[in-house]
């Protein structure tokens, strides 16, 4: 994910006002075309792969290391796409830019299902996650922008929730494709569904997001980035672990003996507990102060996946579900906003730095997964590994306050309130 994300840490309450019909019904237009934006570029672009990966080892038996080599490739297109826009911030109000992007999109998820090369799909991925990471950021910095100038700024959360709608639609649509196509159908149908996602949704910001140039901000001096190393290796290490859950977890549940026809439906429910998950954790943040939330999301998370370890019933792997996409998104969300907190001057170049720490766990993770998952003749090691990474994570951030001054942990704190 990426800076962007931090937006959502705005509480959401999506009351209509009772003035200005017009704009309320512009304000509405953008945020649904900016929901339906998100679920082409994540829930579908970032993530059907993970629910088609089953099919695809089902139907031409690729090995859990080659799945994790073009997972690996996929997110190395989005940290490459992250940094191009954190480096670039004049592509972040390009419409031609993103229409593009979001056409790459479409195109890389469709071709998925026209050959059978090992190089031809890790090309496409890698496109797709350079498309998708350009995506959300323009897609997040446009809307919220345009919501927050018609007076709509409290409708933001919501926009997130875009990447589980897509997760919990790919997850409930693939099996249908799948009984028409297999797997190379399950591609090819995804992919004309974004293809009519993203009409409807750039028909509903047309003409409502008006372009414009990046806010100059006045010369400084750069912030020190001290107070940031320990949320960056937290961060690295749920890169690390989150990965390897988001890459397997439908192949893992339909290799389980009895638990085959749920494979699918697993991923629905990841997406479900997604949908609302930015939002509850930047109340419960306010609740308890961002480094406590971050620190019950790390652990929720961990435990989820060692539940997932030896998970063979329906209800450990709906414990393992919810739990991780009740966590994910959430960790993301108030991680941005304590490195934005902590470097307000230099808020991008925090973004980018932890951006870059959260993609590169996330290339290494899915690589490793496989391979150790092939030589282990199983996902034991591998999710045993990736919860440890959480927690890990967790501990670092458990640990942080001692590495940050009084004076920068109070104004973390007045940041959050």
Same mark, same amino acid.
């Given at each position: 994910m990426t800076h962007t994300a931090n937006m959502s840490i705005m509480e959401t309450d999506l009351t209509i006002h009772p003035q200005g019909t017009q704009k309320n019904r512009e304000a509405l237009y953008i945020l649904l075309g900016g929901i339906l934006g998100l679920i082409v570029a994540m829930g579908i672009g970032r993530f059907a792969f993970t629910p088609i990966l089953a099919?695809?080892?089902?139907?031409?038996?690729?090995?859990?290391?080659?799945? $994790?080599?073009?997972? *690996?490739?996929? #997110?190395? =297109?989005?940290?490459? %796409?992250?940094? &191009?826009?954190?480096?670039?911030?004049h592509l972040i109000h390009s419409r031609p830019i993103a229409i593009f992007a979001l056409i790459l999109s479409i195109v890389t998820t469709t071709a998925m299902g026209l050959s059978s090369s090992v190089i031809?799909?890790?090309?496409?991925?890698?496109?797709?996650?350079?498309?998708?990471?350009?995506?959300?950021?323009?897609?997040?910095?446009?809307?919220?922008?345009?919501?927050?100038?018609?007076?709509? $700024?409290?409708?933001? *959360?919501?926009? #997130?929730? =875009?990447?589980?709608? %897509?997760?919990? &639609?790919?997850?409930?649509?693939?099996?249908?494709?799948?009984?028409?196509?297999?797997?190379?159908?399950?591609?090819?149908?995804?992919?004309?569904?974004?293809?009519?996602?993203?009409?409807?949704?750039?028909?509903?910001?047309?003409?409502?997001?008006?372009?414009?140039?990046?806010?100059?901000?006045?010369?400084?001096?750069?912030?020190?980035?001290?107070?940031?190393?320990?949320?960056?290796?937290?961060?690295?290490?749920?890169?690390?672990?989150?990965?390897?859950?988001?890459?397997f977890i439908v192949a893992i549940v339909a290799a389980t003996p009895g638990l085959e026809m749920y494979a699918s439906y697993s991923w629905v429910i990841v997406g479900l507990a997604a949908v609302p998950s930015t939002v509850l954790w930047s109340f419960l943040s306010r609740r308890i102060g961002n480094k406590k939330a971050l620190i019950a999301a790390y652990a929720l998370q961990a435990v989820g996946i060692c539940v997932s370890v030896h998970a063979d019933t329906i209800n450990e792997v709906m414990f393992a579900a919810i739990s991780f996409g009740g966590t994910f998104m959430g960790i993301v969300t108030l991680t941005m906003a304590e490195g934005h907190s902590r470097?307000?001057?230099?808020?991008?170049?925090?973004?980018?730095?932890?951006?870059?720490?959260?993609?590169?766990?996330?290339?290494?993770?899915?690589?490793?997964?496989?391979?150790?998952?092939?030589?282990?003749?199983?996902?034991?090691?591998?999710?045993?590994?990736?919860?440890?990474?959480?927690?890990?994570?967790?501990?670092?951030?458990?640990?942080?306050?001692?590495?940050?001054?009084?004076?920068?942990?109070?104004?973390?704190?007045?940041?959050?309130?």
């Open positions: 099919l695809m080892q089902r139907d031409i038996g690729i090995s859990n290391s080659v799945a $994790g080599w073009i997972a *690996g490739l996929n #997110y190395l =297109g989005y940290l490459a %796409g992250a940094l &191009l826009c954190s480096f670039a911030p031809w799909w890790g090309g496409l991925r890698l496109i797709s996650g350079l498309a998708s990471a350009m995506l959300f950021i323009i897609i997040s910095a446009e809307v919220s922008e345009a919501l927050v100038r018609r007076g709509f $700024g409290h409708w933001v *959360g919501a926009l #997130y929730g =875009g990447v589980g709608t %897509g997760i919990a &639609l790919s997850g409930l649509v693939i099996p249908w494709l799948d009984q028409m196509g297999r797997w190379n159908g399950a591609w090819i149908g995804m992919g004309v569904i974004s293809a009519v996602i993203a009409v409807i949704g750039v028909s509903f910001t047309r003409g409502q997001i008006a372009s414009s140039k990046p806010t100059t901000v006045q010369a400084h001096q750069p912030t020190s980035i001290w107070p940031l190393w320990p949320l960056t290796i937290a961060y690295f290490f749920e890169g690390l672990g989150y990965i390897v859950t988001a890459t470097m307000k001057l230099d808020g991008k170049r925090a973004a980018a730095i932890l951006t870059a720490s959260f993609g590169v766990g996330q290339i290494i993770g899915p690589v490793l997964a496989g391979f150790l998952a092939d030589s282990q003749e199983g996902f034991s090691l591998p999710l045993l590994l990736a919860s440890l990474f959480v927690l890990t994570g967790g501990i670092f951030t458990l640990i942080d306050s001692h590495f940050i001054s009084p004076k920068q942990q109070k104004g973390a704190a007045s940041c959050r309130t």
